[in-house]
């Protein structure tokens, strides 16, 4: 391990300060970076600070919450957000991947921040790497 820290982008679609176990852990492993080598890009925006993760910057792609396909209309809603909106959040992480010029992205796929993530960093001069979490389904198995 160097003792230098390098430029650290964490992007994923969870905020710094999500409740949760993948955030909880996510932090667990950034507890002494310094916050000054430390930016953030998510598709969610941040609550509130009770966890104490702080970041130099954070940068969000919102999801419109009529555009989440949950019940009502979940295929025209999940093709909007696939087509039109997936687009748009790649844009907004080349523009944070500009302003903040990480040396590394540390990648941690989550739902619907997986396709501009993969749009984005396939392309991208910057090296990452990726944290595929585990979760719990609903499924009882």
């Given at each position: 391990m160097t003792a230098e820290f390098p430029r650290l982008l964490v992007?994923?679609?969870f905020p710094p300060n999500a409740s949760g176990g993948g955030p909880a852990v996510a932090r667990q492993m950034l507890k002494d970076w310094p916050v000054e080598k430390l930016f953030w890009w998510s598709c969610l925006a941040e609550r509130d600070q009770r966890f104490g993760q702080k970041v130099c910057a954070h940068r969000v792609a919102t999801i419109p919450p009529k555009l989440y396909p949950n019940e009502?209309?979940?295929?025209?809603r999940a093709w909007l957000l696939e087509n039109f909106w997936s687009?748009?959040?790649a844009g907004q992480l080349r523009a944070a991947l500009a302003e903040f010029q990480p040396e590394v992205i540390w990648v941690i796929p989550h739902?619907?921040?997986i396709a501009p993530l993969v749009n984005v960093l396939l392309d991208s001069q910057?090296?990452?790497?990726?944290?595929?979490?585990d979760f719990v389904t609903g499924s009882g198995y």
């Open positions: 992007a994923t679609e009502r209309w979940a295929h025209q687009r748009w959040a739902a619907w921040a910057t090296g990452f790497h990726t944290t595929v979490q």
